[in-house]
């Protein structure tokens, strides 16, 4: 914990010098009281008190004015709370492998429930946008803090032939952009901004031997997000052993690519996760919407300090007044 005006903490020192004159007083009265030597009239001068109890109101009223002068400093402390200023930007790939059902239903319907679930989770403050992508991407919504358009889009989805994983980041990358420019104030400047990437197979558009250098390529779009400051989290969803029927009675295999999309995360700055279930895609959006949802700053917690104070003045107030005194 810290405290946004510390100074204050120096009125301890008066509260240190009233516990003392509070012990001197009390050596003083017992010096006082044993100079008497007649009982009768020590009886009279001294009569019986409540033991302990009678110094409760002190300790009370000391106790509470130790504790407002902590509240006065200003303590603050870390705590994880909403985002208000966030772009995320889902991009879920609908090419042909999604209709592999390896994972049941089928990968996108699973994709499908577990994006609608990551949209109804994320904090009211962020805004959502939709990329899809197959042999093209598409902007399906724009980054927007209501989620019905979202979960609209997504029950929408289609398949379509390729993957073209570059395009996908690029558009998303020209998402956040044009929103943040919209949106940016003068002085914050533009919302801090993720890409979250659910793809199942390899990128085959462009079809270039050497995905590294193509321009328009993951790996290239990748290097680009992360020049801007935009983290590409990737989700790796499906299994190895999954396969479609293109051909009548003919099966393909379309094994999920770890490799292509931890390449992705890891130029771009994200993270990467694997999913072969949608129970496990499911936790993987969890955990990706408490990251990206929530933030951790230093907030003012001086409220149970003066609720402390107020608690222990009416303690000391009312201890005071029950034993028949004015004051401690």
Do not use: C
Not at 14 to 25: E, G, H, I, P, S
Not at 229 to 242: A, D, L, Q
């Amino acid at each position: 914990m810290v405290f946004a005006q510390p100074w204050w903490l120096l009125l301890l020192g008066v509260v240190a010098a009233l516990v003392v004159a509070y012990v001197v007083l009390l050596r003083r009265r017992r010096r006082d009281v044993v100079r008497f030597t007649n009982l009768a009239l020590l009886d009279k001068v001294a009569p019986s008190r409540p033991g302990w109890w009678r110094h409760v109101p002190a300790a009370g009223l000391i106790a509470a004015l130790a504790v407002l002068t902590v509240a006065l400093a200003g303590p603050m402390a870390e705590a994880r709370v909403p985002r208000n200023r966030a772009t995320v930007v889902l991009v879920i790939d609908v090419s042909l492998s999604m209709q592999a059902t390896d994972v049941e239903p089928s990968r996108l319907a699973a994709a499908q429930a577990a994006a609608k679930a990551f949209a109804d989770q994320l904090t009211p403050g962020i805004n959502l946008g939709l990329v899809s992508f197959a042999g093209t991407a598409a902007v399906l919504v724009s980054p927007t803090a209501d989620r019905d358009p979202v979960k609209r889009a997504v029950d929408g989805l289609k398949l379509s032939e390729s993957t073209a994983t570059g395009e996908a980041v690029f558009a998303a990358l020209q998402s956040v952009e044009t929103f943040s420019q919209a949106i940016a104030g003068a002085e914050e400047g533009p919302p801090p901004a993720r890409i979250v990437l659910m793809s199942d197979g390899k990128q085959t558009v462009p079809g270039g031997v050497t995905p590294e250098e193509e321009p328009r390529g993951s790996f290239t779009a990748a290097r680009r997000a992360h020049e801007i400051g935009i983290p590409v989290s990737t989700i790796s969803f499906g299994t190895e052993y999954g396969s479609i029927e293109i051909n009548k009675g003919e099966r393909t295999p379309v094994a999920v690519d770890d490799a292509s999309m931890q390449r992705i995360a890891e130029l771009s700055g994200g993270q990467f996760f694997t999913a072969a279930t949608e129970e496990e895609l499911r936790q993987v959006y969890a955990e990706l919407g408490e990251q990206i949802g929530y933030e951790t700053r230093r907030v003012d917690v001086s409220r149970p300090w003066l609720a402390g104070g107020a608690m222990l003045l009416v303690v000391g107030i009312g201890a005071g007044l029950a034993l028949g005194r004015r004051l401690p």
